[in-house]
């Protein structure tokens, strides 16, 4: 069974940073992309960054590109995001999001359940 | 970057109801179209991707449609677990832009 389970999310500061983890499993995790997606209070859902198998490649939405990273640690299975410089805007429900394609299209086919994140 | 609407922003229906919701996007993304269901609190789940291919395990009352710019999400017949939030999301370019999403709630 696949499982993404999200943690470190908390109460911060505006300014301040915080660490969030995905722990990944039922799944080769080293051949996987995987994304962070959020959900600010009565919004929808945001894409947010991307990562490829190997962390060549990365990409971020512009409303965090240069104060978010992510990375990953395949022999743990983790996926990671660094928040620095957080803003209340930032405040969410942080998700991971296993990515898969079929031929050119991609889609996200399992997320976790989330993380809270409150920038106050 | 491409933007997402749907219609309607919420509906209310009952049990046995068919239920459709349109989801356009600001220009042609072929079929490269997907749809979730995410109730609060939960993990979103994927149900149709590429415009109209059910996900693995989703039931077939759910039915996805359209190619280019308009698209729908079909529930032909609506189960009480099926009251929801719905999102499209398009996977033409990145970034991969979501829909307001279509809160589907008990009449």
């Known amino acids: 069974e696949v499982q993404l389970v999200e943690s470190g999310g908390g109460l911060v500061q505006p300014g301040g940073s915080l660490r969030l983890s995905c722990a990944a499993s039922?799944?080769?995790?080293?051949?996987?992309?995987i994304n962070w997606v959020r959900q600010a209070p009565g919004k929808g859902l945001e894409w947010i960054s991307y990562?490829?198998?190997?962390?060549?490649?990365?990409s971020y939405a512009d409303s965090v590109k240069g104060r978010f990273t992510i990375s990953r640690d395949n022999a743990k299975k983790s996926l990671y995001l660094q928040m620095d410089s957080l803003r209340a805007e930032d405040t969410a429900v942080y998700y991971c999001?296993?990515?898969?394609?079929?031929?050119?299209?991609?889609?996200?086919?399992?997320w976790g359940q989330g993380t809270l994140v409150t920038v106050s | 970057d491409i933007q997402m609407t749907q219609s309607p922003s919420s509906l209310s229906a009952s049990v046995g109801d068919r239920v459709t919701i349109t989801c356009r996007a600001s220009?042609?993304?072929?079929?490269?179209l997907n749809w979730y269901q995410h109730k609060p609190g939960k993990a979103p789940k994927l149900l149709i991707y590429?415009?109209?291919s059910l996900h693995s395990g989703v039931p077939s009352r759910f039915s996805g449609s359209g190619f280019g710019t308009d698209f729908t999400l079909t529930i032909s017949s609506l189960q009480p677990e099926d009251f929801a939030n719905y999102y499209c999301?398009?996977?033409?370019?990145?970034?991969?832009?979501f829909g307001p999403g279509t809160k589907v709630d008990v009449k």
């Open positions: 999001a296993k990515d898969a394609d079929y031929g050119l299209i991609s889609y996200f086919d399992y």
């Open positions: 039922g799944f080769t995790f080293s051949n996987s992309e």
């Open positions: 990562i490829g198998s190997r962390e060549s490649t990365t």
């Open positions: 220009q042609s993304i072929n079929n490269y």
């Open positions: 590429g415009a109209s």
């Open positions: 999301q398009q996977s033409y370019s990145s970034p991969r832009t």
